[in-house]
């Protein structure tokens, strides 16, 4: 899923300055599950918002919110139009591409980014997430034990771990494990040492024109015969 | 045939000498020329770092480039971390063009341990790729497959880190450096020699020339300091105890008898093919240590 942390409280009072009308919109799916953008993000930020506005005496703003089961795909923005009609702003907590998907929709209202999208990733332990994948376009788990060295080393590198791992660790951040050590452990476990003996060309970076599209092929594999 | 008087000594059975000399964050490259002009005559070449530690300084390039115009022998480093393969393979060129034809390969240091944090980190190669791909050019072409007009011939060389605390997977890494091409290896800073003897029996199996890299300590501090911040290093705890036992403001003279000491025992038990010495800003002594492990260059 898609990982994100809400913007600073200060930074969004700030993004909604010059707007009276304000539609704080969530999203059910990715943003939900990190805490960042769901209901009840929402919620807490719509009273944080009016309360912050009641403290500081000037009544500039008035405030809406709902929450859409996902912003990144039109089949759920029907609902929208009338939720949108009478607002001068809509504050997603969508991430970047719900954020996108509702400027697109809406081609006359201003649309303001209410988190930091940050990456792709998972669920570690309840409230911990971590970086899994970098959509490199070219998956190469099959080499690594699935253990990612594109997204877990901080180098990227393809032919082993640097010289600079200590500990199990990374040499940028004692803290984190070295992707590369992670990759041989697991290798060694699987008896498949012989991939991190393989040498590994240098990245296409063809594979990730941006943006990138993807075109469905067919719905289902038919084997043998198939075009 | 040989394609420069180091690998020439690479080549013959001699006791190798290298050293290094980091460039200035400055213009003024006064201290980099004295250094180069203390060392040039007394060493088999001089490695000119690129931003060690992912610190922003005067180019390696340029420093070799130095070298060279002061009748030394320079040992280009080239790390992977500031520059896409384009740009390497530009600077390259460049390098050969101008006498400059042995080089370091490295992966580079992740720019977090460096002073401008804030910088994309490249790495769109690492270390074999850059063996490889320098071997590529060699055989004239590029790596986008284009023909050069003329090709270059260098003699390249890597890094391996015999005293990683996890080895295995560093001798996997070495092994793959060996089939890209390298010709010499400069260990990683080396503290007992022990784990160099357990590495020498594993690479000789190899044809390839191994230099141990020797770290000159200052006191003890400096390397408790260096084992919680420079990547990889680990100064054994004998050392650190043999800096701390003696008297403040003559740290530095201990870290240079233990220099000698350890290059003479590589020496004369010709443990491996010679040593690569690191005096990290204290070029300076490195004379001195070459005269203490008598080791003065003919
Ligand atoms: S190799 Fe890593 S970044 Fe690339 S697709 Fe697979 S998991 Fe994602
Ligand atoms: S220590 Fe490991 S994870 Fe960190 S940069 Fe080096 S190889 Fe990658």
């Given at each position: 899923?898609?990982v994100?942390?809400?913007?600073?409280?200060?930074?969004?009072?700030?993004?909604?300055?010059?707007?009276?009308?304000?539609?704080?919109?969530?999203?059910?799916?990715?943003?939900?599950?990190?805490?960042?953008?769901?209901e009840?993000?929402?919620?807490?930020?719509?009273?944080?918002l009016?309360?912050?506005?009641?403290?500081?005496?000037?009544?500039?703003?008035?405030?809406?919110?709902y929450?859409?089961?996902?912003?990144?795909?039109?089949?759920?923005?029907e609902?929208?139009?009338e939720?949108?009609?009478?607002?001068?702003?809509?504050?997603?907590?969508?991430?970047?591409?719900?954020?996108?998907a509702?400027?697109?929709?809406?081609?006359?209202?201003?649309?303001l980014?209410?988190?930091?999208?940050?990456?792709?990733?998972?669920?570690?332990?309840?409230?911990?997430?971590?970086?899994?994948?970098?959509?490199?376009?070219?998956?190469?788990?099959?080499?690594?034990?699935?253990?990612?060295?594109?997204?877990?080393?901080?180098?990227?590198?393809?032919?082993?771990?640097?010289?600079?791992?200590?500990?199990?660790?990374?040499?940028?951040?004692?803290?984190m494990?070295?992707?590369?050590?992670?990759?041989?452990?697991?290798?060694?476990?699987?008896?498949?040492?012989?991939?991190?003996?393989?040498?590994?060309?240098?990245?296409?970076?063809?594979t990730?024109p941006?943006?990138?599209?993807?075109?469905?092929?067919?719905?289902?594999?038919?084997?043998?015969?198939?075009? | 045939?040989?394609?420069?008087?180091?690998?020439?000594?690479?080549?013959?059975n001699?006791?190798?000498?290298?050293t290094e000399?980091?460039?200035p964050?400055?213009?003024?490259?006064?201290?980099m020329?004295?250094h180069?002009?203390?060392?040039?005559?007394?060493?088999?070449?001089?490695?000119?770092?690129?931003?060690?530690?992912?610190?922003?300084?005067?180019?390696?390039?340029?420093?070799?480039?130095?070298?060279k115009e002061?009748?030394?022998?320079?040992?280009?480093?080239?790390?992977?971390?500031?520059?896409?393969?384009?740009?390497?393979?530009?600077?390259?060129?460049?390098?050969?063009?101008?006498?400059?034809?042995?080089v370091?390969?490295?992966?580079?240091?992740?720019?977090?341990?460096?002073?401008?944090?804030?910088?994309?980190?490249?790495?769109?190669?690492?270390?074999?790729?850059?063996?490889?791909?320098?071997?590529?050019?060699?055989?004239?072409?590029?790596?986008?497959?284009?023909?050069?007009?003329?090709?270059?011939?260098?003699?390249?060389?890597?890094?391996?880190?015999?005293?990683?605390?996890?080895?295995?997977?560093?001798?996997?890494?070495?092994?793959?450096?060996?089939?890209?091409?390298?010709?010499?290896?400069?260990?990683?800073g080396?503290?007992?020699?022990?784990?160099?003897?357990?590495?020498?029996?594993?690479?000789?199996?190899f044809?390839v020339?191994?230099?141990?890299?020797?770290?000159?300590?200052?006191?003890?501090?400096?390397?408790?300091?260096?084992?919680?911040?420079?990547?990889?290093?680990?100064?054994?705890?004998?050392?650190?105890?043999?800096?701390?036992?003696v008297?403040?403001?003559?740290?530095?003279?201990?870290?240079?008898?233990?220099?000698?000491?350890m290059?003479?025992?590589?020496?004369?038990?010709?443990?491996?093919?010679?040593v690569?010495i690191?005096?990290?800003?204290?070029?300076?002594?490195?004379?001195?240590i070459?005269?203490?492990?008598?080791l003065?260059?003919?």
């Open positions: 899923m898609i994100a942390e809400q913007k600073p409280f200060e930074e969004i009072r700030r993004m909604i300055t010059p707007y009276e009308r304000v539609l704080i919109l969530g999203c059910g799916t990715c943003m939900t599950v990190c805490d960042a953008g769901g009840r993000e929402v919620s807490f930020l719509h009273n944080a009016r309360l912050a506005q009641a403290r500081s005496g000037d009544v500039a703003h008035t405030f809406s919110e929450t859409l089961k996902r912003q990144c795909d039109p089949e759920f923005l609902l929208l139009p939720k949108v009609a009478d607002v001068d702003v809509v504050l997603s907590l969508g991430c970047g591409i719900g954020v996108q509702i400027a697109e929709s809406f081609p006359e209202m201003p649309v980014p209410g988190v930091n999208t940050s990456f792709m990733g998972m669920t570690k332990e309840s409230g911990v997430w971590d970086e899994r994948c970098a959509a490199c376009g070219d998956c190469r788990l099959e080499d690594t034990a699935g253990i990612c060295p594109i997204t877990r080393c901080t180098k990227g590198i393809l032919n082993g771990p640097c010289a600079g791992t200590k500990k199990g660790k990374c040499e940028a951040n004692k803290d494990d070295c992707a590369w050590i992670l990759i041989y452990q697991r290798l060694e476990r699987l008896q498949q040492l012989d991939k991190m003996r393989r040498y590994y060309p240098p990245r296409n970076f063809r990730i941006r943006p990138r599209r993807i075109v469905t092929k067919a719905a289902v594999v038919t084997g043998e015969g198939d075009g | 045939m040989a394609n420069s008087s180091f690998e020439e000594k690479l080549g013959s001699k006791f190798v000498v290298t000399v980091g460039p964050k400055s213009v003024d490259i006064s201290e020329v004295h180069i002009e203390l060392l040039k005559d007394k060493v088999d070449a001089i490695n000119i770092t690129d931003h060690q530690s992912s610190v922003m300084r005067f180019p390696s390039l340029g420093g070799a480039l130095l070298v002061l009748g030394g022998e320079p040992v280009l480093q080239m790390t992977c971390r500031d520059r896409n393969r384009l740009a390497l393979q530009a600077d390259l060129l460049m390098a050969y063009s101008r006498g400059i034809t042995n370091l390969c490295l992966t580079g240091d992740s720019v977090d341990v460096g002073d401008h944090k804030e910088a994309k980190p490249v790495f769109d190669l690492d270390s074999v790729q850059l063996l490889k791909m320098i071997r590529t050019l060699e055989s004239g072409t590029d790596m986008g497959g284009n023909e050069l007009k003329a090709a270059p011939r260098f003699c390249i060389g890597a890094t391996v880190h015999p005293e990683a605390d996890f080895v295995e997977p560093q001798l996997v890494k070495f092994d793959k450096k060996v089939a890209a091409g390298a010709q010499f290896f400069q260990t990683q080396i503290f007992d020699l022990a784990s160099l003897r357990r590495f020498m029996q594993y690479a000789s199996q044809n020339k191994i230099l141990a890299g020797i770290i000159v300590l200052s006191s003890a501090g400096m390397a408790r300091y260096m084992n919680n911040n420079v990547p990889g290093i680990i100064v054994s705890q004998t050392i650190i105890d043999e800096l701390a036992a008297e403040k403001g003559k740290g530095l003279q201990k870290g240079i008898e233990i220099a000698a000491r290059i003479k025992t590589i020496k004369e038990e010709k443990l491996c093919h010679g690569h690191m005096a990290v800003g204290n070029e300076r002594v490195v004379p001195g070459l005269e203490a492990a008598e003065v260059n003919a």
